[in-house]
């Protein structure tokens, strides 16, 4: 348990006669932040409100239900792309799991793409120095969307460049019936800073364009260096896409090795490789966001949302992406039903479907609740892993840093006190808080995130469950303030 200085530092500000630091009037004095410090407004809460997010926080902490339903979720039901079998194994489990708790639990149909992953091999066939009459296996995977390579595979000689600004230096003829790969790094430095999704946001861009880039210059098919920082030889998968009008070419990302492997090899002369992708895009299928209430006492149409997003990519059972976004937004239902915390607005829990393939569930929820958006005082979602969270991303209104204020000091025991102001706070729920919805999310330390992303690594054991427990904290404290503050979150 953690005892909160809250209600202590309280009542020593009431204590503290405030001309002890009207000494000075410099804003950035210590005396000044020490007072401002003591100065603890409870801002849009009571203190027994304040109180419940501390029971809240501590029993996210140590509760067992996140980490068994994450168990349950990777180990027994298994990868979850959208569209599978798997999936819509997950789809009712979770809903049942919610009604289980005493939530009323609607299911939201959607429509979602179906792919699915064939063989994935490539080997050099040829390249200088190489022993006659042998081979070198190259390892990949094929990016999502993908199209087929014929059944026998493709045989071209491998060019590679670094960026699309290299592209652009050579001419259409240089590119022409070649296999072209994209050896842009992942930027490991900004990763191991606890900046993971800026060192993500860069290298992406290659992993979507990848493909129509090549395409307008006659390549055959195209290869992107993993987008990930670790070294142990994983291919780090995720979604591509085609531009219309420009021929579709298979897809695939090497190992950051074998990139390497590459460059080094096709600087010494003429590469050959024989690449044979054979993944399929079949018919579109009808699948579900779950939809789980927790209804307000005061407000019932009024909503806070806590959310993952329920499908995963299918090399890995989806451990921190995301699953633990589901499971922390599961406990939020199961505490909020233990603790009987009855808040004035509705908590209401969303497994989003389909964010690894373009957000079809989200956009789904949009247009159905479209008319009732103006009454969803916040969106919550976690979907940046496991890791230590230090506090809260949020995207709203002008004043909405010091309404949190107090969330703060609930969170600054477990180390996580920091409010910070984001364009986005998260995939799924673009689509609520670009209509004006109050965003949040917990700000994760992504320094090891990026090395399982998207891989056959995204397994259980990558979970820390204490840093799942604050996680869980950093959720509950949030929809808990949101749905039960007297003025609701400035938008
Ligand atoms: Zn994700």
Redesign the pocket.
Known sequence: MIRTPLLLSLAIASAVPACIFAQTSDPQSPQERIAQMLNESPGAWTPAQLANMERLRDAALTDPYALTELRHLTDNIGPRLAGSPQAQHAVEWVADEMRALGATVTIEKTTVPRWVRGQETAELTSWPGMTPKTTQKIVLTALGGSVATPRDGVNAPVLVVDSFADLKALSKDAVKGKILLFNEHFDKGLAAQGRGDAAYGEAVLYRGAAPSVAASMGAIATLVRSVGGADYRLPHTGMTYYSPGLPKIPSAAVTAEDADLLKNLASQGEVQMHLTLTPETLTPVETANVIADWTGTEHPEQVVIVSG?LDSWDLATGAI??GAGIVVSMQAIHLLQKLGIHPKRTVRFVAWMD??QGSFGAQTYAKDYAGELKNHVGAIES?LGAGHPTGIYFQGGDTLDDWLKPLSRVLAPIGAPLLERSPETG?DINSVTEKGVPGFAPIQDSRYYFNYHHTPADTFDKVNPRELGENAAVMLVTAYALADAETPAPR
């Open positions: 997003h992406d995301d964010e690894e979907d995939e």
